[in-house]
């Protein structure tokens, strides 16, 4: 039995450290926010302006100049600041954010991320995704371990455009959590009830285990 | 000296538009957009537009309104996901589309108000977006060039302005409205509140009047949520515990 949406974000959830900032994408890493440990406190950051997301408001009380990055109505903390696009991504890009955790489309034995566009058929855009795989210290990748259709998601060489290059530290899909590093892909754990062998099948790129 | 102050929208657009030209308008979704601009621009009629802006607006809502018109030539953006009619026209051919990074589009613009003419980022290296750019090694990292940008004419939004075009936006309504402001050839400003000079804290002004040149309050501000979401009274939902 694979992890479900909720397992992958509570796993992701546990790397984050006392006193981190972070940048959650949209997905399965916005549900991370569920899952904070108790005792540990991070400052959630907002692309768009943002540092110190509070939860959804209640029902009547949106404010249509206060949303998050995926334009959802959010609320403000005692501690939060607000901010023009240029200073947020100079916390981005300037190695001022310690977390980065966002969804994937495809990752790569050698850290590369495609996870903005699909030739001819989905024209959306990077939107924030590429400053901050390029500027944040570490990135989490957290998506299904294949497609729908079965074909696998952590594959050799990227066939979709990327986000970026050799960016990825870490990568958790329902079937385990992969480290990725210099030396290449290290699979660290599986989801419970899942083995081995089906990660091998499931899996394109080249990996070793320490599981 | 010459008044900044402008009766509404119209009477701001007057003589500044041209066919062709490029337009630079603040918000992110539809956040901090100047609604009242692109209606006038919507009326004016211009077409041929290349339009900067971090999105392009919902079909019927901010600048989705000047595609549906066909007014847009080509867009400068970093997110396009929301809004099907963009997705058609571009992949039909009938519209241009740059995108850029949510943060270098940032960094652009205020680069280009900022007089520099370029500047260097990791962001995108080994990507589609560096592709044709200069790739330069600083201190054994690559990074790729990227072009400062200015327009013909900004528009903005903010939530208080007085007569000498000082500003003051709003939480996240601020966005790249800042920025914008110092890069339009010609700068035009709607505010909810247009209040007395000497009324704002001047250690709280967010963009200086120097970088206005138009300034009124606007007749009408929809401020429309694209994803109104909410939790319900004492259930801790998401981003509770942040």
């Known amino acids: 039995m694979a992890w479900t949406r909720e397992d992958m974000a509570a796993r992701a959830a546990r790397e984050l450290q006392d006193g981190f900032y972070v940048n959650l994408g949209i997905g399965i890493p916005t549900l991370v926010a569920n899952y904070i440990p108790a005792g540990i406190q991070v400052t959630l950051q907002s692309e768009n302006g943002m540092l110190g997301m509070g939860p959804f408001p209640y029902e009547g009380e949106a404010d249509p100049d206060l949303i998050n990055a995926g334009k959802q109505t959010i609320t403000e903390l005692p501690s939060s600041s607000y901010f023009s696009s240029a200073d947020s991504f100079a916390m981005i890009r300037g190695g001022h954010i310690a977390l980065s955790i966002l969804g994937g ?12 566009m699909v030739p001819g058929k989905m024209v959306k855009g990077m939107g924030g995704a590429m400053d901050l795989v390029a500027g944040v210290r570490r990135v989490v990748v957290v998506m299904e371990h294949t497609e729908k259709s079965g074909a696998a998601k952590l594959v050799k060489r990227c066939s979709l455009p990327l986000t970026g290059a050799g960016v990825v530290d870490l990568l958790i899909t329902d079937l385990g959590v992969f480290e990725i590093g210099k030396d290449g892909v290290r699979l660290t754990e599986l989801a419970a009830g899942v083995t081995l062998d089906e990660v091998r099948a499931k899996t394109e790129a080249a990996f070793d285990t320490s599981v | 000296m010459a008044s900044k102050l402008r009766d509404n929208a119209g009477q701001a657009l007057e003589g ?43 079909d019927d809502f901010g600048l989705g ?56 980022t990791k962001t995108g290296v080994g990507t589609l977006v560096a592709e044709g750019k200069e790739v330069r ?13 200015v327009a013909d004419l900004s528009i903005v939004k903010a939530w208080k302005g007085d007569a000498e075009g000082n500003l003051v936006y709003r939480k996240t309504a601020r966005n790249f409205n800042p920025m914008m402001a110092t890069a339009g050839k010609v700068t035009l400003v709607e505010v909810e509140e247009l209040v007395p000079v000497g009324t704002l804290d001047p250690d709280q002004i967010h963009t200086p009047g120097i970088f206005v ?12 949520i694209e994803r109104v979401t909410t939790r319900p009274r004492e259930t801790a939902l998401a981003g509770e515990n942040a």
Not at chain 2, 18 to 23: A, H, L, Q, R, V
Not at chain 2, 38 to 47: C, K, L, P, W
Not at chain 2, 111 to 120: K, N, R, T, V
């Open chain 2, 16 to 58: 500044v538009l041209f066919d062709g030209m490029t337009i630079m308008a603040g918000g992110f979704g539809l956040c901090g957009i100047p609604e009242n601009l692109i209606d006038g621009i919507r009326n004016a009629g211009v077409t041929d537009l290349t339009v900067i802006s971090n999105n392009c607006g919902i």
């Open chain 1, 105 to 116: 489309m495809q990752v790569a034995e050698n850290g590369d991320l495609a996870n903005w």
């Open chain 2, 137 to 149: 090694e600083f201190d054994g990292e690559l990074y790729v060039m990227e072009r400062g940008l």
């Open chain 2, 65 to 120: 309104v000047l595609l549906a018109a066909g007014q847009i030539k080509k867009m400068i953006s970093s997110y396009v996901g929301e809004n099907k009619l963009f997705e058609k026209l571009y992949l039909s051919g009938e519209l241009e589309l740059e995108f850029n990074p949510q943060g270098t589009l940032a960094e652009r613009i205020r680069a280009g108000g900022a007089g520099i003419p370029a500047f260097f």
């Open chain 2, 213 to 224: 040149d138009g300034i009124f309050r606007g007749a009408h501000f929809e401020k429309r």
